[in-house]
């Protein structure tokens, strides 16, 4: 289900790092051995076999990232992105795969578009890549994709991310057709006539600024509407960037009621708040919008306890002069791959809010469970999928160019402690 | 706890003086401003009402929205303190071809402007503006955000019209949700220690905003000075739902005679909508501020203007000096 262009498997000895892999209860000072891509020895002393050394003192070695909700901008707007230049932006980020939604021109719905991303792939992804095909054909919540072949075909799931299914109906045949084929359905819940024409969360910003509001209730009825479906139809959903504090609410309590939800937090949700928005920079600007403090503390306790498995960048490029504008008239969304671990580092584990395993785990091991991908890890006989962090180097966003082709970075002139230093994607050197 | 980026994303602090919102504002930034008005007021006395103190410098009005009051009072400012004043009207320019706000800025920057008064629908662009030129900018209303020179001229009115501002208490009726007047207003009246109050009907009234708020319109009896919002049209619209219809609005919350105390104050930003947020009897008494507000605007506009060019206070010597230039 996931597709990397054809490199030299890597021939790697790893000494002097900190090895944590959360998943695997492992955090020691051990060498790591990799032959062919393949994991053949962790020990705390390994033979070098002539393969190249890289001395990691001081840097800590963990199971590279998985990021569930990436846009690709491809077919369509190659010049916000490409299958190159994204999973190179993953790369940088430490990630070993990424999961590309389908809303993109012409939508991903049906198994030729589907294909043809496929192929690409496989000529030029630097990390390994997964597509989400439509929920509904075009993205139009009307006829529902046909799942089976697109799951043939390598769905690994099914969204119509960008727009909700504003369809009761509709939502409930995508959920009972869906499981014919084993995939999960990935929900942006959002209820059009609650949110329309708002840009940022109703709140005291949005009143003091004029803004039209986009109210977490426009959120969270969503999400309850689509948790009951799922619960009556035993199917299998996924809450893509929840964003408001009584949307993680109801997905605690479907959770505990024993339906198969799981749900993700972006980097930016986690950090900001709508005060953020006050600086009027169309880089604050995304959808869903930045709430409020009570909001983003309560994505954050659900993160510590797991009622959030994932972290998720919800990685949107735009192009400079769509974002140059007005915050009204700019799209929403911001970029993330490149940044979400130090932004993370920095926010949450630095000031001590998270620890440092918890992230690790919901970055990595958390959305490959989710979305059945194997788990990338620290063991013999894995796949080399491992990222070589330094978590004392700061560095500047933007000082360095992004290998993104769009640089719509909410963290633009942050400094930020964290730097990924070399990352192994599918048993490659995909980053160093 | 955690340090949000909000500062770092925020833009350099800018180089030149601007008026952009009124929440840039200090107590003493607005006694200056109203101070420097009150003089421009009495120069406007004499016989001669131009005056040479921005010779020289270039004002360009760019208007991306209708306009009557605002477009015309800049415009006439900028030609009492003697300055040269170029408008743009989004119509007609290339703004109709497709031009960006970045675009269009960059263009009338290269003219070298000292100000570029700016209107716009959306929320930011005069930001956006004096980010990209080396002008001083001068917000003249951005969608439903600000309009500080509105704000300063009624505080300008209000002012003249009972002296002391403290403890002063207004009512502000009616659509306040798509009003800029009302949150410039707010933020205006919390300066110099204004009481407001907010009555209309409930969607159109923003449960966040730092001030009373009331649907019942009974409450105006209280105010000193009743502050009727222009209701818009084009919230009328079939399906907006803000207001089941405008005969209902103007029966629950249209300010007429019945409704008022004698000698209650009202005003007005204007355009009205005679018949409708207030009622033409209302519009017409002895008690309207709603002319006087028009003719603050002028010297309101020429302070701004001098204050962001000279950034001080305008002293009766600083125009002696200027007329014998």
Known sequence: MLWQKDLPGANVVIRGARVLDPAEGIDARLEVRIDDGTIAEVAERVDANEHRVVEAEGLVLAPAFVDPHVHLRTPGREDEETLASGTAAAAAGGYCAILAMPNTDPVVDSAATLGALVDAARREAEVPVGFLAAITRGQRGEELTEMGELADTGAVAFSDDGVPVASAGLMRRALQYASSTDRALALHCEEPTLSRGGHVHEGRVAAELGFAGYPSVAESVAVERDLALAGYERGRVHVLHLSAAASVEALRRAREAGVAASGEATPHHLVLTDDAVRSLDPNVKMNPPLRAEQDRLTLLDALRDGTIEAIATDHAPHAAHEKDVPFEAAPFGVTGLETALAALYTHLVGPGLLSLETLLERMSAGPARIFGLERPRVAAGACANLVLLDLEREWTVGEQPFRSRSGNSWLLGSTLTGAVQMTLAGGKVAFE | ?325
């Open chain 2, 1 to 325: 706890m955690i340090r949000l980026v909000t500062d770092d994303l925020r833009p350099p602090t800018p180089r030149k003086r601007h008026l952009l919102s009124v929440a840039d504002l200090t107590r003493d930034d607005v006694d200056r401003l109203l101070g420097t008005a009150r003089t421009f007021a009495a120069s406007l006395e004499r016989h001669v009402k131009k005056l040479p103190t921005l010779k020289g410098h270039l004002v360009v009005n760019l208007f991306y929205e209708s306009s009557t009051r605002t477009s015309s009072s800049f415009e006439l400012a900028a030609k009492r303190l003697s300055a040269d004043t170029l408008t743009v009207k989004s119509a007609g320019s290339s703004v109709d071809k497709g031009e960006s706000l970045k675009d269009t800025a960059l263009t009338l920057g290269a003219y070298d402007p000292d100000v570029i008064v700016i209107r716009h629908p959306q929320i930011g662009s005069p930001q956006l503006v004096a980010q990209v030129t080396d002008a001083h900018v001068v917000n003249a209303g951005d969608g439903k955000h600000q309009h500080p020179t509105q704000a300063l001229l009624d505080l300008y009115t209000l002012r003249e019209e009972l002296g002391e501002l403290e403890g002063v208490h207004v009512a502000i009726v009616g659509d306040v949700l798509h009003s800029r007047v009302a949150r410039s207003l707010l933020q205006a009246f919390a300066l110099v220690g204004v009481r407001a109050t907010l009555v209309g009907p409930p969607a159109l009234l923003p449960r966040e905003l730092p001030a009373e708020a009331t649907t019942d319109i009974e409450a105006i009896r209280d105010a000193d000075v009743v502050y009727v919002l222009r209701m818009q049209n084009e919230r009328m619209e079939p399906g907006a739902n803000f207001v089941p219809s405008l005969r209902e609005y103007t029966a629950r919350w249209g300010i007429t005679p019945e409704r008022l105390r004698p000698g209650q104050k009202v005003m007005h930003p204007g355009p009205m909508n005679r018949g409708v947020e207030i009622d033409p009897r209302v519009a017409d008494s002895p008690d309207s501020l709603i002319t006087r507000q028009v003719r603050s605007g002028l010297v309101v506009r020429m302070a701004v203007l001098y204050d962001v060019l000279t950034g001080g206070p305008v002293g009766v010597q600083a125009l002696a000096a200027a007329e014998v230039a």
